[in-house]
């Protein structure tokens, strides 16, 4: 149990005063000055930017950081190197298909993608598990994170294969990360488990591991009493445990280890608001009252920073993008419908229009890339016999539209990233574009996947990658048409 705020030291009574203000923010560290851990951490995640943000004058551009990708003339399209984090997570790992079986009923593998795609659409489950979406970018390794997003954009038998392999692996940190994985996509698909109760086994297997996603997750069963006996005071204490890990990982010479540059810690600072939200009774609530005051005027912030932001600069660019891959997706029904027998397929794929193109639970900012169109395409793409050159040149220019897309999106969510800085010193006002910052990040994520598999495909089918010139061209040509 938690002791008391005032039967603390005065010294440690501030230190957690102080770090619960920012864990309300989605920082955790005990002084505002640390913000730059922040910045620093989002930096590393970041594509490169041009000198100059429009509308953003005087402002400086983040230093180049691991991971970032190329500059390429005035436009900007991720590197290789950035997206095949995502894409290309599994490397040269050896994955046997066989070991699903020990997890999940999938009687025949070539089916497991429309099984899962049909359990992810699914709304949110309880409170304590509003769906998979949520647990997006909350892992301490950005191998889990990359191959959870993968999985969740297109999931196919060696992406949860690697899943589970790691789950048993023997690096402790990885083992940790694919083992939450796998709750949350056990408590997705419980149709899907081998046993109703699978997803707790692994759950109760990290008991005593300080693990960052266990934790936070951890609180949540304990804050809703929806898997057990309801304590806030146990939940608010995993709270604080997980807030304190990152700088430790960093920090401690003996625990050095990894921390994603993606996770932007987003589901802790969810579960410490709903707490204070919904539980008038919650233990400290007068102590910290001053931060939860300060929690609502964030909240207040992210959704006024929502609702401006399609009439802005960044909007306007992503409505452009969403519009661009659109096409790219009209294209690739024009090459299907072409073809021997094409017009059956394409009724298939008019039956998943209506379909969402975020997961359920999501609060998108802005139009989320479509990876249940692109993901039915490809599928229908490996049927068909072979191409003419019309269909060859049509497919080029899709995939050109699609990296068109992804540069567009780059470059906003580097743009995001500016206004976020321009906030610095004002705790409000540098939280409020980090929801939109979040989800530029996913949407990001999930368009490298798509264009890595269109790119498989065109490999497949002898068919030549577009001109990388041409679409930097492409990109700075629409950069440029954009002002605030």
Known sequence: MMTPLNQLSPPRRLFISCSLLLLLA??????????????????KALPQLPTQGQGMPGMAPPPQGQGAGK????????????????????????????????????ADLDALQDDFRGMFRKGSINKTFPGVGFFRASFETK????????????????????????????????????????????????ELSVTPDRWWQLFQSLKGVEHYTMLVFKARVHAYGEYGPKDLHQALGDLVSAGNLRSRYRDSSSTQKEFDSQNYET?????????????????FRQQWQ?????????????????????????????????????????????????????????????????LRSTAPGDKPVFEDVSADLQAEQLKMFAKLG?????????????????????????????????????????????AAPLPALTQANDTLIRSCIVSAKWEQAMRARDVAKPDIKKTEAMVSDLQSRFKD
Request: with cysteine.
């Open 26 to 43: 989605g920082i955790h560290s005990p002084t505002f000055a640390q913000l730059g851990n922040l910045l620093e951490k989002i930096q």
């Open 71 to 106: 500059r390429l003339g005035g436009g900007l399209i991720p590197s290789e190197q950035w997206c095949q984090e995502q894409a290309g997570a599994l490397g040269r790992m050896q994955v046997d298909t066989s070991v699903i079986a020990s997890e999940f009923k999938i």
């Open 143 to 190: 191998r889990i994170r990359a191959i959870y997003d993968t999985f969740l954009a297109f999931p196919e038998p060696s992406t949860l294969a690697a899943l589970i392999q790691l789950s048993r692996g023997s690096d402790p940190q990885e083992r940790a990360d694919a083992r939450m994985a796998l709750v949350f996509i056990h408590l997705q698909a419980r």
């Open 267 to 283: 589901i802790h600072t969810a579960t410490a608001m709903s707490i204070f939200r919904d539980e008038p009774n919650a233990p």
């Open 290 to 354: 001053g931060a939860i005051q300060t929690g609502m005027q964030i909240q207040r912030a992210q959704q006024a920073f929502a609702q401006q932001l399609p009439s802005t600069r960044i909007g306007r660019m992503y409505a452009e993008a969403s519009k661009i891959n659109d096409e790219a997706i009209g294209l690739g029904n024009e090459i299907i419908r072409r073809s021997q027998g094409g017009n059956q397929l394409l009724g298939q794929i008019e039956g998943l229009k209506s």
């Open 386 to 430: 072979n191409l003419d050159n019309e269909q060859k040149q049509l497919l080029v220019t899709a995939q050109e539209k699609r990296l068109l897309a992804q540069g567009t999106v780059a470059q906003s969510f580097g743009e995001l990233f500016q206004v976020m800085t321009s906030g610095m010193g004002d705790l409000v006002k540098m």
